[in-house]
């Protein structure tokens, strides 16, 4: 059981990380996330905030299988 739970965090760190960043990418280039002026508008920083919780999940997700592995 413990080591199917390591795997599950470990592939979650990894989807974390994977999938987010290139969303992020997508999301800048989206005509919705700068206004005319060029600040950043609510679509923008609501997607930010999103992804960047998504990315701590995936290091705590990392941190935790790598303590459940070395324990």
């Not at 760190?13 to 992020?24: C, D, E, G, K, Y």
């Not at 609501?46 to 290091?59: D, N, P, T």
Request: proline share 3%.
């Amino acid at each position: 059981m413990d080591t199917m739970l390591i795997v599950l965090l470990f592939l979650n760190a990894a989807f974390n990380v994977i999938v987010w960043p290139p969303f992020l990418r997508r999301v800048r280039q989206d005509e919705r996330a700068f206004d005319a002026q060029g600040k950043a508008t609510r679509f923008y920083t609501v997607h930010l905030i999103l992804i960047i919780l998504a990315l701590c999940l995936g290091v705590a997700s990392f941190v935790a299988a790598l303590a459940a592995l070395l324990v």
